[in-house]
């Protein structure tokens, strides 16, 4: 589940979890993405675990990224590396975790993601929110942005009330006017252009390329959630954006029948949440797509 520690060092950390024998031998520096550091740390007694450290946040910011993952372990159908501990130690904030040895993609491994991801999207979600059907039980991050989870019985609510609308409100005195009142009008009457799911779905909230890799079982396993609970197009949607999956995974998630008719129509209003935030963390770069998903 993830111990959360505070104020000692990374090797008291390492002997409390794992042995008071047990030492790091080796601190490799891996990729870990825009916002943290990242190393794989060999420890003395021969196992392998990944760090992410980072001086400029909170321990809250890395307990949401365990919650997240623990969430994603629950329903025990797609690969997950397991949280050890998180909280401050002397490089600030930090998160141990399970350290996954890359693999060679089986034969059927787009295929299995598919039918995987979509297990995920079918698995009970009810002890994910209190108190409503969509949400979360606590906020956490969409990259470095912060990211509403209140409960809400309605996912057009939701995604207009804790997506959408936090977004703009972040970029309403940058973004132009004519731009602003068009976002405006869409939240107003969100509900013209999306639809209440048949049934929630517990979501990886940030699923692009760069947050699934091949497992040492040569499967997909899924890192650096954003999770809650929502409907499981903006899920599809958001592998979309950046160049897409393969074809057999979306063949093999379409067996699901979670895909509603008129996808395709809604697949940028739900984009538009990520473009809004890349607009926001990044610059102006990101304004014309925000624009032309805007309809």
Excluded at 10 to 20: A, M, V
Excluded at 39 to 59: A, M
Aim: aromatic share 12%.
């Amino acid at each position: 589940m993830g111990m959360l520690y505070d104020n000692k060092t990374l090797d008291e950390i390492i002997q409390d979890l794992y042995g008071e024998n047990v030492s790091v031998e080796r601190r490799r520096r891996v990729s870990g993405g825009d916002i943290n550091e990242a190393f794989l740390l060999e420890l003395s007694d021969g196992s392998k675990v990944f760090l992410k450290e980072n001086r400029g946040k909170t321990p809250e910011f890395f307990k949401a990224e365990a919650d997240g993952l623990n969430a994603l372990n629950a329903p025990g159908v797609i690969r997950v590396p397991v949280p050890a501990a998180y909280g401050k130690a002397e490089g600030g904030a930090f998160l141990l975790m399970e350290y996954l040895e890359p693999g060679i993609k089986s034969r059927g491994f787009w295929e299995d993601f598919g039918h995987s991801l979509a297990a995920l999207h079918c698995a009970d979600t009810a002890s994910f929110v209190k108190k409503g059907k969509f949400g979360f039980t606590s906020d956490n991050f969409i990259g470095a942005s912060p990211q509403k989870n209140d409960p809400k019985e309605n996912w057009i609510q939701f995604f207009a009330e804790c997506r959408l609308l936090p977004q703009f409100r972040m970029a309403a005195d940058i973004l132009p006017v004519e731009t602003a009142k068009r976002l405006d009008r869409l939240i107003a009457h969100l509900d013209q252009y999306l639809m209440e799911p048949e049934h929630p779905s517990l979501l990886h909230g940030d699923l692009w390329g760069g947050n699934f890799l091949c497992g040492p079982e040569g499967r997909a396993a899924l890192i650096d959630p954003a999770v809650y609970v929502g409907c499981a197009e903006a899920d599809i949607a958001m592998t979309e954006l950046f160049g897409g999956f393969s074809e057999t995974f979306y063949g093999a998630y379409r067996e699901s029948g979670l895909l509603q008719p008129g996808y395709h129509e809604r697949r940028d209003i739900y984009n538009l949440y990520h473009m809004l935030n890349h607009f926001n963390l990044f610059g102006g770069s990101y304004l014309g797509a925000v624009q032309r998903m805007i309809p």
